[in-house]
């Protein structure tokens, strides 16, 4: 009853503001890549020029205080998409969906790919989304660390748009994702021209201030600012096609900078977000100090959309008829990282960042074959191995890490000062561990678990995957009807393999002697696919 209730005045709400064809909203997702938010001009700047996103800010609401649940894109994307913690649901190592046989120093000894498997009744948001009647488009990175169901998306590709929809009344989600910003992108486009003098850019202190620092700077602030445009062109195409006015807009990034010390962290440098929502019915031009989780994101987006928030979500909406209440605390976790194995949790109030390290024998530092290709790292290490770090940047090369750290991120925001054994912080520390416990007693940490025994566990004791059963078809009155013995599987199904999948949710009209091809599966699962005669 509660959720029909909500339902109700989701509808009711979006009705009265008539935002959209059949009284749902479009929203369209701009997503960048590895990337703080101080590099934008209106979160401050670091010396670069992102004029776009000054434009989209006016207009939006400026989030002061979002987080990611990982420094890293596949478990923080986990959470996005499912609106639960990785560590709750076997999705916070880095990452999983591999070769079935890795020989490769990118992942430990003995690891064996595999796609995460969602609890029982577990849905993604777009596939939620496609059952209310949602095309939902994603271009095109995905990284949930599961394989995604052919009913997850009406398009995921380099191509997908919102455009592509034949039924132009049809509301729309529509992901755009630019990887401009990402990491890699630092030596991937070495050769491209600098936009930036790297003698005026802003150098973070856990960084040396020389030439290597200002330059590797320089090149992501570039990488910043051509970003920018690829927003611009996206808002022009909203505009274009009269729909920027009434189109619900998230601006964000999946975490922190892709850069040494930042990128893997939690740090609030590897967790902290830009965050830009532009609504007809928000205040433009307004700031938030609220926290904003990853987790709270799939929630709040069902609100908009007046769709009932599944009680499977973890997080909880900030926007739209099922608002939640101003959340106290912030959860991170960091895993496995490629080939190195950790286990750190943090908890924030927004202003105390609370570290909880379950390995603390390990240093912070890992080393990350993939990121020795920034020109920043072997520099960084080579200055460690010659001892001209200061104290704040040598400490991430330290041989061990506290059991617990404690930081005062107003007073000191690169988090150098443990506060953990300060007899005036000790009442902070109490109470953000006693934070930290409640929220793995509440919802579990397979952190905990050794790996490959939690896929075994998942996989029944075997080496493979288990097999989605097939949909069983039942043609009745001129009807197809189509049931899988798995309650948690999606059914997809198409009439001809140049037509795209359709999510099945009612009986559906067909003719005897027609072939139907139909895709059941259960995330996590092999899906299985098969042509059946309706007869």
């Known amino acids: 009853m509660k959720k029909l209730l909500l339902f109700l005045i989701g509808i009711s709400f979006f009705y009265s503001l008539g935002l959209a064809q059949q009284n749902r909203p479009n929203i369209v997702w701009i997503v960048v890549e590895d990337m703080s938010p101080e590099h934008l001009e209106v979160y401050g700047g670091t010396g670069g020029k992102t004029p776009h996103l000054n434009a989209l800010a006016k207009e939006s609401v400026q989030y002061m205080n979002a987080f990611s649940?990982?420094?890293?894109?596949?478990?923080?994307?986990?959470?996005?998409?499912?609106?639960?913690?990785?560590?709750?649901?076997?999705?916070?190592?880095?990452r999983t969906l591999a070769a079935s046989a890795v020989a490769s120093d990118d992942y430990p000894p003995g690891f064996k790919g595999y796609s995460a498997v969602l609890p029982e009744g577990m849905k993604p948001y777009p596939l939620i989304l496609r059952e209310a009647g949602y095309y939902t488009s994603n271009n095109s990175k995905e990284d949930y660390q599961f394989r995604s169901p052919v009913t997850m998306w009406d398009e995921s590709s380099p191509r997908a748009h919102y455009r592509n929809r034949i039924d132009k009344s049809q509301p729309f989600f529509s992901i755009f994702n630019f990887t401009t910003t990402h990491e890699s992108q630092v030596w991937a486009r070495e050769k491209e021209p600098l936009k930036v003098d790297p003698a005026k850019v802003k150098i973070p202190p856990y960084y040396p201030d020389d030439s290597i620092s200002r330059y590797v700077m320089a090149r992501f602030i570039t990488n910043v600012m051509t970003m920018d445009d690829q927003v611009g062109e996206v808002i022009q195409q909203l505009k274009e096609d009269g729909l920027y006015d009434n189109t619900i807009i998230f601006f964000y990034s999946d975490h922190?900078?892709?850069?040494?010390?930042?990128?893997?962290?939690?740090?609030?440098?590897?967790?902290?977000?830009?965050?830009?929502?532009?609504?007809?019915?928000?205040?433009?031009?307004?700031?938030?100090?609220?926290l904003v989780s990853f987790v709270d994101f799939a929630p709040t987006l069902l609100s908009l959309a007046g769709i009932p928030i599944p009680e499977s979500i973890h997080g909880q909406a900030f926007l739209g008829p099922?608002?939640?209440?101003?959340?106290?605390?912030?959860?991170?976790?960091?895993?496995?990282m490629d080939s190195e194995y950790d286990r750190v949790r943090a908890v924030s109030d927004g202003r105390y960042k609370y570290i909880r390290n379950y390995m603390p024998e390990k240093p912070n530092y890992q080393n990350i074959r993939f990121r020795l290709q920034n020109p920043l790292m072997p520099h960084l290490l080579k200055l460690h191995q010659e001892g001209k770090l200061n104290e704040n940047q040598a400490r991430w090369f330290a041989a061990s890490k506290p059991l617990e750290e404690l930081y005062d991120t107003q007073s000191d925001p690169y988090e150098f000062k443990n506060l953990a054994s300060d007899p005036a912080f000790a009442e902070k520390l109490a109470e953000l561990r006693k934070a930290h416990e409640q929220w793995i007693s509440d919802y579990g940490d397979l952190g905990a678990v050794n790996e490959m025994e939690m896929v075994r566990t998942w996989w029944k004791g075997k080496d493979t995957?288990?097999?989605?059963?097939?949909?069983?078809?039942?043609?009745?009155?001129?009807?197809?009807?189509?049931?899988?013995?798995?309650?948690?599987?999606?059914?997809?199904?198409?009439?001809?393999?140049?037509?795209?999948?359709?999510?099945?949710?009612?009986?559906?009209?067909?003719?005897?002697g027609e072939t139907i091809n139909v895709n059941s599966h259960r995330i996590g699962y092999e899906p299985t696919v098969i042509s059946l005669v309706i007869q």
């Open 256 to 290: 922190g900078d892709g850069l040494p010390y930042v990128k893997r962290e939690l740090y609030d440098r590897g967790l902290r977000v830009p965050l830009l929502i532009k609504a007809p019915f928000l205040q433009a031009g307004t700031r938030n100090e609220e």
């Open 322 to 336: 099922q608002k939640s209440g101003p959340r106290k605390y912030i959860y991170a976790a960091r895993d496995r």
């Open 465 to 512: 995957p288990p097999v989605t059963p097939a949909a069983q078809l039942k043609f009745e009155n001129g009807k197809v009807h189509l049931t899988c013995s798995n309650p948690s599987a999606s059914i997809g199904y198409r009439f001809s393999e140049k037509e795209g999948w359709k999510v099945y949710t009612a009986p559906f009209e067909a003719k005897i």
């Open 69 to 94: 649940t990982a420094g890293v894109c596949a478990p923080s994307r986990a959470a996005l998409i499912s609106g639960a913690y990785q560590t709750s649901i076997g999705a916070m190592h880095m």
